[in-house]
């Protein structure tokens, strides 16, 4: 492929990475923020699997992922002893940070041709996995395999053109969540579907020093750079 033609690639790909960026934002303050439900729910399972995954490096045993219907989650880890605190802030901040290193991947991986069907199996076969395994109620149970079958039909029938665009808009779904929840990083918590629930800054807070906003602070950097990185990786010539 010539010099030229990539470039023609790269600037087109830029082009629609802009359009479904202002396209979620426009749809997030619309009436019509329904149509992004689907992908609401695959930010909160890239969140419950960030916390869930976290606990498992520190020792714990990922039990169960719950999605419930109006979009927020939660996770149950068991251990045989009380995590550390930096252990406990750890896992804490694997939630904030899953959607954001999920989405940065696809991002990235929607530059190769190869790459963008592997990564739309990948993420499917995880899906499905996490639905067998982990995964406990109904919106999980429907919905989660719902997607992971439209993600396999684009990487057995689209085209190569369409198979990016697949996993460039899945990626910015996972990455504009931050965007969406940024009131929830700057907040002590809230009553939820599940009951009152402290936020993941707070539970950082408690485990560690310095108050929740501080931490809020510190992910929201954190999830720039993420993102940041990820963008440069996957455009840069």
């Known amino acids: 492929m010539s010099a030229i033609?990539?470039?023609?690639e790269r600037s087109e790909s830029l082009k629609w990475l802009a359009l479904f960026v202002a396209v979620t934002i426009a749809l997030w303050h619309s009436p019509f923020a329904i149509v992004l439900y689907p992908f609401t729910l695959l930010a909160t399972w890239f969140h419950e699997m960030g916390h869930g995954l976290a606990g498992m490096m520190v020792g714990a045993d990922f039990v169960s992922l719950v999605i419930l219907p109006d979009g927020s989650g939660y996770t149950t880890s068991m251990r045989s002893t009380e995590f550390s605190s930096a252990a406990a802030a750890f896992v804490?901040?694997?939630?904030p940070l899953g959607p954001a290193i999920a989405?940065?991947?696809?991002i990235i991986a929607s530059r190769w041709r190869k790459g963008s069907v592997w990564a739309l199996v990948m993420l499917a076969a995880a899906l499905l996995v996490s639905t067998?395994?982990?995964?406990d109620g109904l919106t999980g149970w429907i919905v989660l395999p719902?997607?992971?079958?439209?993600l396999l039909w684009f990487a057995r029938f689209a085209s190569v053109q369409h198979r990016q665009l697949a996993l460039k808009f899945c990626g910015i779904q996972g990455c504009i969540s931050t965007y969406v929840s940024l009131d929830y990083l700057f907040s002590r918590g809230g009553?939820?579907?599940?009951?009152a629930q402290y936020s993941d800054?707070?539970?950082m807070a408690r485990a560690l020093f310095l108050p929740y906003w501080f931490w809020g602070i510190v992910l929201t950097a954190m999830i720039a750079a993420i993102i940041a990185?990820?963008?440069w990786i996957a455009y840069r010539r």
Do not use: H, P, W
């Open 5 to 8: 033609r990539r470039e023609e």
């Open 92 to 95: 804490s901040a694997g939630g």
């Open 103 to 106: 989405g940065g991947a696809l």
């Open 132 to 135: 067998l395994v982990v995964v």
């Open 146 to 150: 719902a997607l992971a079958l439209v």
């Open 191 to 195: 009553v939820m579907v599940a009951g």
């Open 201 to 203: 800054t707070e539970q």
């Open 229 to 231: 990185g990820s963008l």
